[in-house]
């Protein structure tokens, strides 16, 4: 039997630095941690060998448009606006006591408006500052 997801928090840093708990917003999550790998195999394997290289990070979110102070459109609606003396910005997953906080940039924000006059976005942040990301 399917076990139900506990409840997320997903907070990220708005253009002024500060973070948004948007998650009341967000109608799905996809976390993605890969890492490259680099094929070593010798000729003298049957089987194939691999070293794990460099680790990256990726969250794509998707969400309902919702323009009130300190809420989803107010974190993405500047999302090109680089933060004084950083990269990215901070990108914090909270889920049964355990959190994956990455510093992050947007790739886009895109608004997609359906026939019926709903109005939603998808997100989709990428790692940002080299640290491999880690649950704590």
Known sequence: MAK?????????????GAGKDISND???VGIRTPSGVQDVTGVDKAG?????????GEVALTGVFNDAANMSHAVFKNYRTILAGQVGRTVALAMSGQT???EMVAESYDLTRGADGILTWAV??????????AWS
């Open 4 to 16: 139900e997801a506990p409840p997320l928090t997903v907070t990220i840093d708005d253009s002024a």
């Open 124 to 133: 989709t942040l990428r790692l940002s500052d080299g640290t491999v990301p």
């Open 48 to 56: 194939m060998e691999r070293l794990l290289l460099l680790g990256d």
């Open 26 to 28: 967000i109608l799905t």
């Open 100 to 102: 994956l906080s990455m």
